[in-house]
């Protein structure tokens, strides 16, 4: 599918006049600006609010020109960096009128990702889902786990890597948890001929050994991050100190909608190709929407990408699904929608995890990369707003079954959960995140009417998950 930018619409600040209020008819959705900022002062929170409570949910365009979303985003960073971030938006908005820009993109994205991502039919994972009469939704992947790399995160990482030549940058930083993020920027900038290196926390390089073999193999420097919980929080920390130090000659390929802006709304546009395929898919497959969409939510990246597509069409439900660790009680979990409160991590303001002295509570989840105390501020937004839902799942859930049955201390046996159901259903075995997502279906599905269509991302595949599955089950 072609990536096509429209022209951005850009206005100062003291322009801007009433609110702008988006009509959520179905028959007339309202196609959002690709690259427009522009929106109003009176998008404040309270005016938001005090919307919402008269004519019900509001959505606003996002973000608005001081890079928030609502309340939320915004840029917290040293003065060293501003430069760099106007640099970087300025570069971004000019985009949207370079041709070369756009076909050199839509050539890379067809040819060396694979796009567009198939919308597959899960036949026997809709059978299993059907009740006793017959009657149950219809589900449907959205295989980003089949792009060059194994997940979706190279949309992102190829198109900033082709911004970073623009602006003349030959080396690259990025973070990564997992370490799907941090083999995709490895990957472009072994295409593209840049230096590479990558942070990445001492515990996630042990339990993501694979992936880590595979950004050397690729070229980069992985560096190891010990400090904190040496996870994707400590990583992202020691990315920021380092493009500090550096800023001049190096571009920071930031993973996630998270970050100041304009990395938010950036690393969105670039991931918006995953949601306008999947409308188009289903308007060929079935001649309409789908109904729901689900999908896991650390910064949130995969999500947006999905969702971005559907916001103002309200009859679409917009499903995020957290990592809840050891469960919510526990006070070991990532689920920052869910638990979290409003504060700044990394550059903007949105919900995280942090104790009544505002300091950050270190998460936990089985999954490397939604092991993270914070969230992208469209999210946190969206919940406030109450256009999306999010919901969490613990480790059990989610990592009950690659092909295999738990042995837990307990004694528990814990069969047939989400990684394992697809594995065995699909011949799908899907990444640590993605399962999170499908584990929700044994919530959500009972609770939908017959026909109901359902959109998972499957936003990343299961390889690089073996070791840390091989700790916990038995083949």
């Not at 179905?26 to 004519?55: D, G, H, Y």
């Not at 190279?154 to 997992?178: P, V, W």
């Not at 390089?205 to 400090?227: I, K, P, T």
Request: proline fraction near 4%; include cysteine.
């Amino acid at each position: 599918m072609a990536v096509a930018f429209t022209n951005p619409s850009i206005e100062t600040c003291t322009s801007l006049t009433k609110p702008f209020r988006p009509s959520l008819s179905s028959k007339n959705p309202i196609t959002l600006k690709r690259f427009s900022v522009s929106s109003s002062l009176s998008s404040s929170a309270l005016q938001m609010e005090e919307q919402q409570r008269e004519n019900g949910p509001v959505v606003l365009q996002r973000p608005d020109c001081f890079g928030r979303f609502g309340k939320f985003g915004g840029k917290y960073v040293p003065e060293t960096l501003m430069y760099a971030l106007s640099e970087l938006e300025s570069a971004f908005q000019s985009l949207a009128n370079d041709v070369e820009f756009q076909k050199e993109l839509d050539g890379i994205l067809k040819d060396y990702v694979g796009r567009e991502s198939p919308l597959y039919f899960a036949e026997r994972l809709t059978e299993h889902y059907k009740r006793p009469n017959g009657e149950g939704p219809l589900i449907y992947l959205k295989r980003e786990d089949l792009n060059h790399t194994g997940a979706h995160k190279i949309n992102n990482a190829i198109a900033q890597a082709l911004l970073a030549k623009r602006l003349g940058k030959k080396r690259i930083i990025a973070e990564t948890g997992a370490g799907q993020h941090g083999v995709a920027t490895a990957t472009v900038c072994a295409r593209f001929g840049l230096d590479c290196i990558i942070y990445m926390g001492a515990q996630d390089m042990e339990r993501q050994a694979l992936n880590v073999f595979r950004m050397r193999l690729l070229g980069a420097e992985v560096r190891a991050v010990h400090s904190g919980t040496a996870t994707l929080k400590d990583a992202t920390s020691e990315a920021i100190r380092d493009w500090v130090t550096n800023v001049e000659s190096t571009h920071y390929i930031l993973g996630s909608v998270a970050g100041p802006h304009p990395y938010p709304m950036m690393v969105r546009e670039f991931h918006a190709v995953i949601g306008k395929e999947t409308r188009k898919q289903a308007l060929e497959k079935w001649g309409g929407k789908p109904d729901v969409l689900v999908a896991c939510v650390g910064g949130g990246s995969n999500a947006m990408g999905l969702f971005h597509e559907f916001v103002e069409n309200k009859d679409v439900r917009l499903i995020g699904v957290e990592a809840a660790g050891f469960g919510l009680d526990s006070g070991k979990h990532a689920a920052t929608l869910s638990k979290g409160e409003v504060g700044v991590l990394h550059g903007a303001m949105s919900y995280l995890l942090q104790d009544e002295d505002g300091q950050v509570i270190e998460p936990h989840s089985i999954s490397a990369g939604l092991d993270y105390p914070g969230v992208g501020p469209e999210h946190s937004f969206l919940k406030d707003i109450g256009r999306a839902e999010y919901y969490s799942v613990t480790d059990e859930e989610a990592l009950g079954g690659i092909l295999f049955t738990f042995n837990l201390s307990s004694s528990v046996q814990l069969t047939q959960i989400a990684f394992k159901r697809l594995s065995r259903l699909e011949g799908i075995i899907p990444a640590l995140e993605t399962s999170h997502a499908l584990a929700y279906l044994e919530t959500l599905c009972p609770t939908l009417p017959d026909g109901t269509r359902v959109v998972v991302n499957c936003s990343g595949r299961g390889d690089k998950d073996v070791q840390t599955a091989i700790k916990y089950l038995q083949v």
